[in-house]
Nanobody, 119 residues
Framework: QAQLVESGGGLVQPGGSLRLSCAAS????????MTWYRQAPGKERELVAT????????LYANSVKGRFTISRDNAKNTVYLQMNSLKPEDTAVYLC????????????WGQGTQVTVSS
């Protein structure tokens, strides 16, 4: 059974860093477009970062460009989101998704991990 499990969220002060992990089972992440989304209370879900199947092109929301980095470890079948210079407005539930590279439709969702940026 295919599954995505996020981890690494938590409480961090403004300016701090966190690294989120999204571990996949039942399918191979390198064959999918892997995407991090986030959803804050009362707001719509926002695409944060994407990494495609090879050649592994990346795309970022303007709000996180230069601060966040998405990467993939094929050996561990895991996708990461390194988040630096965190701001209070980055507070949200972060979700990992696997999209079909042909249709762009989400095939699998993770359960999400909470990130709270506060002093």
């Amino acid at each position: 059974q295919a599954q995505l499990v996020e981890s690494g969220g938590g409480l961090v002060q403004p300016g701090g860093s966190l690294r989120l992990s999204c571990a996949a089972s039942g399918f191979t992440v390198s064959m999918y477009t892997m995407t991090w989304y986030r959803q804050a209370p009362g707001k719509e879900r926002e695409l944060v970062a994407t990494i495609t199947s090879p050649p592994g092109s990346t795309l970022y929301a303007n709000s996180v460009k230069g601060r966040f980095t998405i990467s993939r470890d094929n050996a561990k079948n895991t996708v990461y989101l390194q988040m630096n210079s965190l701001k209070p407005e980055d507070t949200a539930v972060y979700l990992c998704a696997a999209k079909s590279p042909s249709s762009g439709a989400v095939r699998y969702w993770g359960q999400g991990t909470q990130v709270t940026v506060s002093s």
